[in-house]
């Protein structure tokens, strides 16, 4: 079973960066970024394949994060730009064995426990 651990979240103003990391207790193939906010949906957020060179954006942060992964040290990342207080949410992490950049929950095996991201505006 794999485990994923994130790190990196945080309080930021609006307009700041953060850069999240999750870690992979072995090697993953596609992983995904998502977010849920009280009392909303969790919500993908962007997705990367196994390689790395396939990359999936949701369009309300596509031009402000960038989602990358670290083969060698089972790591992936999620730099977030130009923040704004409606990403706050708590920020999961996950994995599947499903090929390509999936974008829904249930294509997802494994989770972390999450990172709070508060932007203040």
């Known amino acids: 079973q794999v485990q994923l651990v994130e790190s990196g979240g945080g309080l930021v103003q609006a307009g700041g960066s953060l850069r999240l990391s999750c870690a992979a207790s072995?090697?993953?193939?596609?992983m995904g970024w998502f977010r849920q906010a009280p009392g909303k949906e969790r919500e993908f957020v962007a997705a990367?394949?196994?390689?790395?060179?396939?990359?999936y954006y949701a369009d309300s942060v596509k031009g402000r994060f960038t989602i990358s992964r670290d083969i060698a040290k089972n790591s992936m990342y999620l730099q977030m730009n130009s923040l704004k207080p409606e990403d706050t949410a708590v920020y999961f992490c996950?994995?599947?064995?499903?090929?390509?950049?999936?974008?829904?929950?249930?294509?997802?095996?494994?989770w972390g426990q999450g990172t709070q991201v508060t932007v203040s505006s």
């Open positions: 996950a994995s599947t064995g499903a090929v390509g950049v999936p974008s829904r929950p249930g294509e997802y095996d494994y």
């Open positions: 072995e090697r993953t193939d596609s």
């Open positions: 990367i394949n196994w390689n790395g060179r396939i990359t």
